[in-house]
Every structure is written in structure tokens, then in C-alpha cells.
């Protein structure tokens, strides 16, 4: 799988977007055969869902799209790698692939140094990578695609 910024590009659109509606800024896309057929933002503070990720919220729309709960050949990019509930959502849709900018310990790292009670930034120490080794489909991951670009998007 050779990841296409053009996709990345989208995803960071979609945390922008989410940040101005006043969400964490993480933003996912969702890619089939070369045409994106998912978008989804950060939804967790205005749906007051805490699995409201970027990552559910485009499989959602995808599963949606396709008319079906699987989403086989398709590729998330995500401008964060994904936590455990989101690579899982990942498995069990049958994806293809992740793509993912920035990595857990940079959000984890970020909070540390700029958490405040309203951005927590709250993590799981459970990487995807190791999600993925243990799912069933075993999916294709890219990881630090376009990292820099992506860790701008942190913000208090």
C-alpha cells in the first residue's frame, strides 16, 4: 500500500474543521479504489459521545456509503494513530489499511505539557500497531505518514 498525501491532506482538513466546532483537531478519511468515499472530524465534545473519534465517525458515514458494515479495500488515513476502540473498528470493518500521522506518545507528550481541564487529551497505552497484530483481518499500517504536518494540528 503506497499512502497518497492527497488523502492526508483531506484528513487534516477534516481536524481543522473539527477544531473550529470546537473539538480535539484529529480528522480521518476514509478511501476506496482511489476516491474518498468517507470524511469524519473529531465529534466527542459536541455529540457529548465519548466514541465519537474521527476514525468511528468516518467508518460510520462509510458503512453508511457502501451499504454495509464491511469496508473491505478500504484505507483509513487518520491524522493521528488510531486509539484501541478506533484500530478495532478498523478490524472488525475489514479494512485494508491505516495510514496515521502523528503517533500516541506525541498526544501524550502534548498533554503533558499543555493538558488544561477543558483539552485532556486523555490516552490509552495501547498502540495500534499492536491492535493490528492481534486482529483478525491483519490490516496494512503506514504510520508517521506526514507526521509534522500533523502534530501542527495540536492545540490547547
Same mark, same amino acid.
Given at each position: /500500500?503506497?499512502?497518497?498525501?492527497?488523502? /492526508?491532506?483531506?484528513?487534516?482538513?477534516?481536524?481543522?474543521?473539527?477544531?473550529? +466546532?470546537? $473539538?480535539?483537531?484529529?480528522?480521518? @478519511?476514509? @478511501?476506496? !479504489?482511489?476516491?474518498?468515499?468517507?470524511?469524519?472530524?473529531?465529534? @466527542?465534545?459536541? =455529540? #457529548?459521545? %465519548?466514541?465519537? &473519534?474521527?476514525?468511528?465517525?468516518?467508518?460510520?458515514? *462509510?458503512?453508511?456509503?457502501?451499504?454495509?458494515?464491511?469496508?473491505?479495500? $478500504?484505507?483509513?488515513?487518520?491524522? &493521528?494513530?488510531?486509539? %484501541?476502540?478506533?484500530?478495532?473498528?478498523?478490524?472488525?470493518?475489514? /479494512?485494508?489499511?491505516? @495510514?496515521?500521522?502523528?503517533? /500516541?506518545?506525541?498526544?501524550? !507528550?502534548?498533554?503533558?505539557? +499543555?493538558? !488544561?481541564?477543558?483539552?485532556?487529551?486523555?490516552?490509552?497505552?495501547?498502540? *495500534?500497531? =499492536?491492535?493490528? !497484530? +492481534?486482529?483478525?483481518?491483519?490490516?496494512?499500517?503506514?504510520? =508517521?505518514?506526514?507526521?509534522? =504536518?500533523?502534530?501542527? #494540528?495540536? &492545540? &490547547?
Amino acid at each position: /500500500m503506497k499512502p497518497e498525501r492527497k488523502y /492526508m491532506r483531506e484528513a487534516i482538513e477534516q481536524a481543522k474543521s473539527a477544531k473550529q +466546532n470546537g $473539538c480535539y483537531s484529529i480528522g480521518a @478519511v476514509i @478511501v476506496k !479504489n482511489g476516491e474518498t468515499i468517507a470524511r469524519g472530524g473529531n465529534r @466527542v465534545k459536541t =455529540d #457529548l459521545d %465519548p466514541t465519537a &473519534h474521527a476514525e468511528i465517525d468516518a467508518i460510520r458515514k *462509510a458503512t453508511k456509503t457502501l451499504q454495509s458494515r464491511y469496508l473491505q479495500d $478500504c484505507i483509513l488515513y487518520t491524522t &493521528h494513530e488510531p486509539c %484501541p476502540m478506533c484500530a478495532a473498528a478498523a478490524i472488525w470493518s475489514k /479494512m485494508a489499511g491505516i @495510514v496515521y500521522g502523528s503517533r /500516541m506518545e506525541d498526544m501524550e !507528550n502534548y498533554r503533558l505539557r +499543555n493538558g !488544561n481541564s477543558e483539552w485532556q487529551w486523555r490516552t490509552i497505552g495501547i498502540k *495500534a500497531r =499492536d491492535v493490528i !497484530n +492481534n486482529g483478525d483481518p491483519r490490516l496494512t499500517l503506514v504510520e =508517521d505518514f506526514m507526521r509534522e =504536518d500533523c502534530l501542527k #494540528l495540536f &492545540h &490547547h
